[in-house]
């Protein structure tokens, strides 16, 4: 299935690391300026094509496993307790093949260059770098200039004597920063100066297979946030393709529609958790916040070429055919059948997925809705038509994936759980020492 469609990994993997700084204040263009600094520091050790490729990566998902699993995000603290989250992060990566190398290089990006002999972990030159650039953005205030603050990270960097890092990262580092305009460039995204990289592993193209590969870990990152939308996105993206299918889509469309529902919630990363766990009804407030999510999927979307179709099937599934739907209120003319489809499915799937607060509709109950939907002139008439020809199909799919998707979502939780218990009780010891003395 290699499609005609090619789409650059730098892109994409860039999308979701400015997807992952809207979850928090304190991640506010965190991995652009860690991006940023790892780029420049490896580019200066003229490191090989691959292994750069492999660092800008790990460097702009560097924290998808705090993302993911909802773990407190504090990009300052620095200690053994923080290993749990680059842990997960690797387990996450590794599962898109092309992406190995930069996973175990998130796997160790905590890790102090001294600990090598005690852990038995490689310190990587790419780990060091990543960790380096990672303490150096979270020391940066945003609220003062940076060239202010630069002399007292120079200084730290210096006289740092744990061994936190690698000689040779920090003799790059204490040479690149004597010159302004090394930090002046952290407050800008350098992606647009490299776009056009020299080494060619940079401009590796994503086929049809790729494209969705990397959506699935994609949807992981999204849907795992939050224990209601663990299989949200893995549903809508199912019954979008069968829904497209029953349509008349080609075989490839079908691939295309079944990545916008793995991406369509992308920007609720920057969603509150505390609004996606809401078991009872919104507020105003937290409508407003939610409505913004297909903005954010939108913006992200649109800045990656190739994509095409996609960016659209996926950033209009809250329009409404009679122009009430959001953020765009878009009217009839300008909704793409693909956006309609991954909207027919989205509400398809919320209906009939149970929460812990009520059981999923049943037949009755979902079409009676979806079909009120229809006639208010909220979803296309014809889609709905076709739910409610193959309902049982639809429903039995929703069930199968449903189940796949919460097996999938126990396992990554299996092997998170102790990390983070462990991560507990590590803290807990280290601030039993600090009481003590």
């Not at 990545?259 to 407030?285: E, F, M, R, Y």
């Not at 037949?363 to 208010?376: E, I, T």
């Amino acid at each position: 299935m290699p499609g005609n469609l090619q789409v650059q990994t730098m892109e994409l993997v860039h999308g979701l690391s400015t997807a992952i700084d809207l979850v928090s204040p304190s991640l506010v263009n965190h991995h652009r300026q860690v991006f940023g600094l790892s780029y420049k520091l490896a580019e200066t050790l003229r490191l090989g094509d691959q292994e750069m490729s492999d660092i800008c990566i790990a460097a702009m998902l560097h924290d998808i496993g705090v993302v993911a699993f909802n773990q407190g995000v504090d990009t300052a603290f620095d200690d053994s307790s923080v290993n749990d989250h680059a842990e997960m992060g690797y387990r996450l990566m590794k599962r898109f093949k092309p992406f190995a190398a930069a996973a175990e290089i998130v796997r160790n990006h905590h890790r102090h260059a001294s600990s090598v002999r005690e852990t038995g972990y490689e310190q990587s030159v790419g780990s060091s770098i990543i960790h380096l650039a990672d303490q150096i953005s979270a020391r940066l205030d945003a609220g003062l200039c940076v060239l202010t603050q630069s002399e007292n990270i120079r200084n730290w960097v210096k006289n740092e004597k744990s061994g936190m890092f690698l000689p040779d990262v920090v003799e790059v580092f204490l040479q690149k920063s004597a010159r302004e305009d090394f930090w002046l460039d952290i407050c800008f995204d350098i992606m647009p100066q490299i776009g056009c990289c020299p080494f060619p592993h940079w401009n590796l193209g994503l086929d049809m297979q790729g494209l969705l590969d990397l959506s699935e870990l994609f949807r992981m990152i999204i849907d795992f946030r939050s224990r209601h939308t663990a299989t949200h996105s893995r549903s809508v993206a199912h019954i979008a393709e069968a829904l497209a299918k029953a349509a008349g889509f080609s075989g490839n469309d079908c691939i295309k529609i079944h990545v916008a529902g793995n991406l369509h919630d992308l920007g609720k990363l920057a969603t509150p958790v505390s609004i996606l766990d809401n078991p009872g009804s919104l507020s105003a407030v937290e409508r407003t916040i939610v409505k913004a999510h297909p903005y954010h999927t939108h913006r992200i979307l649109k800045g990656i070429s190739g994509l095409g179709d996609i960016c659209s099937w996926a950033s209009f599934h809250h329009e409404c055919l009679d122009g009430s739907g959001y953020p765009f209120h878009l009217g009839e003319d300008k909704i793409p059948i693909g956006a309609r489809i991954i909207a027919v499915a989205d509400v398809f799937t919320a209906l009939s997925e149970s929460r812990y607060y009520r059981h999923g509709m049943k037949r009755g109950a979902c079409l009676r809705v979806m079909q009120s939907y229809s006639s208010d002139r909220k979803l296309d008439p014809q889609l709905i038509s076709l739910i409610d020809k193959h309902y049982d199909e639809f429903y039995d799919l929703h069930l199968s994936v449903q189940q796949e998707g919460v097996s999938e979502y126990k396992q990554m939780l299996n092997e998170a759980i102790p990390l983070m218990l462990q991560a507990v009780e590590q803290l807990d010891r280290s601030m039993e020492i600090n009481a003590d003395s």
